[in-house]
């Protein structure tokens, strides 16, 4: 059974940084594309960032682009996400999810998280003062 283990969320204020990290066990890690969503009350299910199999292609949500950077240790089976001159706007649930690699590109992958078939837990950022 995939599993993913998510840490690295918590109370940050406007301007400073978080990494996350999902940590994953149970299928072959370095065989799926993986991506950090997110979702807040009142607002819609967006793709955050998400990379593919091979390392070779990255996506990042035009309101995170610049600020979020996005990478994985496949010896490790763990994505991260350095999120950097977080605002208020950020504040949300994160979640990693794995695909297996297929046709689509990475950015209709990311732009259709439907696709996604294993989730985390998810971990609670809030940027506020």
């Known amino acids: 059974q995939l599993q993913f283990v998510e840490s690295g969320g918590g109370l940050v204020q406007p301007g400073g940084s978080l990494r996350l990290s999902c940590a994953a066990s149970g299928f072959n890690f370095d065989l799926y594309s993986i991506g950090w969503f997110r979702q807040a009350p009142g607002k819609e299910h967006e793709g955050v960032s998400c990379i593919s199999s091979n ?41 990693c999810a794995a695909e297996p690699a297929g046709i689509s590109t990475l950015q209709a992958l990311c732009t259709h998280s439907w696709i996604f078939s294993s989730w985390g837990q998810g971990t609670q950022i809030t940027v506020s003062s």
């Open 55 to 95: 390392e070779g292609s990255t996506y990042y949500s035009d309101s995170v682009k610049g600020r979020f950077t996005i990478s994985r240790d496949n010896a490790k089976n763990t994505v991260y996400l350095q999120m950097n001159s977080l605002k208020p706007d950020d504040t949300a649930v994160y979640y």
